[in-house]
């Protein structure tokens, strides 16, 4: 039997449970369309209008990956939340019957965190995204179902993205108790990943069950891992991410709207849409550049200098002649030496001072200690980029505005004097001031 909210709303039937609620299909009879229902059991008046309140904020934000609110209010004993109705279904139900391989999963979910970065820049955070509040659409998207009540904190940030990839590539409505299940189940489910891609992913996903890794550094991360070459026997490469999509970090951000959502991303880790995002920069490609600008400059200083010392042979020669300015008629031979010794100190001073110098170039640090992650904060980037080589690591490095001093290293992902094995990333940022 159908149940109808006012003289608007119809209910046709359940689609899914959500953990304060549940998802109906229904329809708008004023603008004659197929929408989505979510109906929450009232518990109190002042309960219901903080909800409403919640939901008023939450209706501003629109994005592709998340749900849109179309409307909401009370009906008897009820709170509905009137939702653009999609194509697809709920990820638990798919669970089993996807083929999603591994690949697609990755990028599945790093589509999601994106997402979630936008989402983050308006104040919505804590939700769950976890396989029992998705969705999945018929083109194999996710989408957020309610991002509007706080969920689980294992259900959340880059632990949560961590176990809804393990849940898609597992057929798995758990997730993992210990990261010892993740890796046992994970490694052999992600068909199509090379072993680099398996090996950095499962290097990530340990230091997440860590709580080491922030949601900003979890997306950054999995784009490296999306860009690896597919050749299982090429060595990893520094990625640079894309100028387009990426936002860059900002290190404040206004306070969250929402009043219980408290354990929100950290504020460096919101993102700021007007700006361009910082690219990371490739040491290689810079150590090149360098080497191809040598020539032209010791050519240029070449015949720099071989001009001046041309110039003073020059006018020592013309200084010498009979009939040069300091030889006056009637002048003698002493006045004559006098007035020839004068100019000889001219092309000498020019020779030294048009004489290049040799650039020096940073000196690696003496403590950089293979296997051991270094101590990079107060370290000028060039000091830092040589200290993470020392240590037979890799880096990429952020420039965001800090109150320490400019040019100097104030955080850095992992922390130092940790555990590492050659050809770990670390990711440090420097600052450029206020």
């Not at 689980?152 to 590539?169: A, E, P, V």
């Amino acid at each position: 039997m159908e149940q109808r909210i006012g003289e608007r709303y119809v209910l046709t039937e359940p689609i899914h449970p959500l953990a304060d609620g549940v998802m109906y299909a229904g329809k708008d009879l004023s603008l004659h369309r197929d929408v989505f229902l979510l109906m929450v059991e009232k518990s109190g008046d002042a309960s219901s209008s903080d909800y409403l309140r919640v939901l008023g904020q939450a209706a501003q934000f629109s994005d592709e990956r998340f749900f849109h609110i179309l409307n909401a209010g009370l009906a008897e004993n009820h709170v509905y939340t009137v939702l653009t109705a999609q194509k697809g279904t709920p990820l638990p139900a798919q669970l089993g019957r996807h083929r999603m391989r591994g690949i697609e999963i990755v990028s599945a979910v790093f589509d999601l965190g994106k997402g979630m970065q936008e989402a983050m820049e308006e104040g919505i955070s804590g939700f769950s995204v976890t396989a029992e509040n998705m969705w999945l659409t018929e083109d194999n998207r996710l989408k957020v179902m309610n991002y509007w009540s706080p969920g689980k904190l294992i259900s959340r940030g880059s632990l949560g993205l961590c176990t809804l990839l393990y849940q898609i590539s597992t057929h798995s409505k758990q997730g993992p108790a210990t990261f010892d299940q993740y890796q046992e189940n994970v490694v052999p489910a992600l068909t199509g990943l090379t072993s680099g891609q398996k090996e950095a992913l499962l290097a990530l996903s340990r230091r997440v069950f860590r709580e080491e890794v922030s949601l900003s550094s979890f997306i950054f991360s999995l784009r490296e891992i999306i860009a690896l070459e597919k050749s299982p026997e090429a060595p990893p490469k520094a990625f640079i991410p894309p100028a387009a999509p990426a936002e860059p970090v900002r290190e404040t951000a206004p306070p969250p709207r929402i009043q219980y959502r408290q354990e929100e991303e950290p504020a460096p880790e919101r993102v700021r849409r007007t700006e361009k995002p910082p690219r990371a920069k490739e040491p290689e490609a810079e150590e090149a550049d360098t080497r191809e600008r040598m020539p032209l400059r010791r050519t240029i200083w070449t015949l720099g200098a071989a001009a001046v010392v041309l110039l003073g042979i020059a006018v020592f020669m013309y200084m010498l002649l009979p009939g040069g300015p300091n030889k006056g008629p009637g002048s003698g031979g002493t006045a004559g030496n006098t007035a020839t010794a004068t100019p000889a100190p001219t092309p000498t001073s020019a020779i030294n001072t048009a004489t290049p110098k040799p650039t020096s170039s940073p000196t690696p640090p003496t403590d950089a200690v293979p296997g051991q992650i270094p101590n990079l904060i107060g370290m000028t980037q060039e000091a830092a980029e040589q200290a993470v080589k020392a240590a037979g690591m890799r880096y990429s490095y952020f420039i965001e505005p800090n109150p320490a001093e400019s040019g100097t290293v104030f955080r850095q992902d992992p922390p130092p004097n940790q555990p590492a094995n050659k050809g770990d990333r670390v990711t440090f940022y420097i600052s450029k001031g206020q």
